[in-house]
């Protein structure tokens, strides 16, 4: 593919006859374009937490924001750019450059919940709802293919995958959402668990990257103090929104100050996408200073939902990282396994001793108790 730095940039809208064939056009191009920029329209958030609760900065209160709203709303739209390290985007020898914008048709205007301001400024910026509900992705369909196509850091060598975010934590709970079509888990941890599973460790979500820079705002404001255009499209339209973030990723990668992997290793797995102080909102957010009260995801013992449980099972990881048990029993092969992996399936492990405490009777209850207090 030749250059595409002064390429017209042409979004390619994705419906539900032409998911196959787009596609495949990613899976050609991701390989030499591995940076991948991602931004999701939905309706808004309509669980909202306290301004004292968004003060505090607790992320397991904030992580149960974000699964209610994902787990009660629907995807609207999914955006997708992708570049090489240059910032060109793919062109497939053709006069233009493409970005991609998958419309759903899970959304049903009649029948779900949204928040009204939120649907009223996506109408504005020109989201057919009609034609989505008409014509539009299964969500079912997209995650199946998705990973059919191998477009999933872990399939076919896409190890090397970056993907870039603004403020992604409700985007990446919707691919989750997606992917696994199953709720969000129950705990932050195990979140992250499966993030790393599907989509590895090189993600970087550039609103919480520009604050250690000192750049405050939205995406059109720091894209305005970066001097980066808006080269199509409007904002609130995910496949424009993607590419701007994508451009102001390039910009930050290009400068001086753009070491992000040194960045990334400097404020950790889950300050860096910003899943410790997050809020639904857009407003400035105060990062701690202090290190990540969650430990680092482990990539050897994802933490699946029942669809796609690898072999090797783990335990709730609440009670994993500092519950009270030192190892567990299998009642399915009557083999003990200490605090790492399994070779069971989950439901069969019991724990066997506890550590100076009695063994609670109701272990999930337990789990549940202990977050709460926290």
Not at 36 to 59: A, C, H, L
Not at 76 to 100: E, K, R, T, V
Not at 130 to 157: T, V
Not at 207 to 217: A, E, M, V
């Amino acid at each position: 593919m030749s250059n595409s730095s002064n390429k017209s940039v042409v979004v390619r809208q994705v419906f539900a006859e032409d998911l196959d064939s787009e596609l495949l056009m990613i899976k050609a191009a991701i390989l030499r374009y591995p940076f991948v920029s991602i931004d999701i329209e939905f309706p808004g958030t309509i669980f909202k937490p306290s301004k004292q609760m968004i003060r505090e900065g607790n992320p397991i209160i904030n992580y149960h924001y974000m699964k209610l709203n994902v787990d009660a709303l629907q995807i609207i739209q999914l955006g997708l750019s992708l570049s090489n390290a240059q910032g060109n985007l793919p062109n497939f020898d053709s006069p233009f450059s493409y970005i991609w914008e998958f419309n759903f048709k899970d959304f049903d205007i009649n029948r779900d919940r949204y928040a009204s301001d939120s649907i009223e400024l996506l109408k504005r910026q020109g989201i057919d709802f009609e034609k989505n509900k008409e014509k539009g992705i299964d969500s079912k369909d997209f995650a199946k293919k998705f990973w059919d196509y191998g477009l999933l850091f872990n399939r076919y060598g896409l190890k090397s995958i970056t993907w870039i975010t603004f403020h992604g934590t409700y985007d990446f709970g919707f691919m989750l959402k997606i992917l696994t079509q199953s709720p969000l888990p129950l705990h932050l941890h195990s979140f992250v668990h499966q993030l790393a599973y599907f989509f590895g460790y090189n993600i970087f979500d550039l609103k919480y990257t520009f604050k250690f820079l000192g750049l405050l705002g939205g995406l059109e404001k720091i894209a305005q103090a970066l001097n980066v255009a808006r080269i199509t499209g409007s904002s609130h339209q995910a496949g424009s929104d993607s590419l701007l973030t994508l451009r102001c990723f390039m910009k930050l990668k290009n400068t001086e100050v753009g070491d992000l992997d040194a960045k990334q290793e400097e404020l950790g797995f889950l300050d860096y996408w910003g899943l410790i102080n997050f809020h639904p909102g857009d407003s400035a957010v105060v990062i701690e200073s202090r290190p990540s009260v969650v430990p680092k995801a482990n990539l050897s013992t994802p933490c699946m939902p029942s669809g796609f449980l690898p072999e090797s099972a783990v335990l709730d990881d609440l009670l994993r990282l500092e519950g009270p048990f030192v190892d567990y029993h299998c009642n399915s092969c009557s083999a003990d396994c200490a605090r790492k992996r399994y070779h069971c399936q989950k439901q069969f492990y019991a724990p066997k001793r506890a550590r100076g405490n009695s063994v609670p009777k109701d272990v999930s209850e337990a789990a549940e108790t202990k977050t709460i207090s926290q």
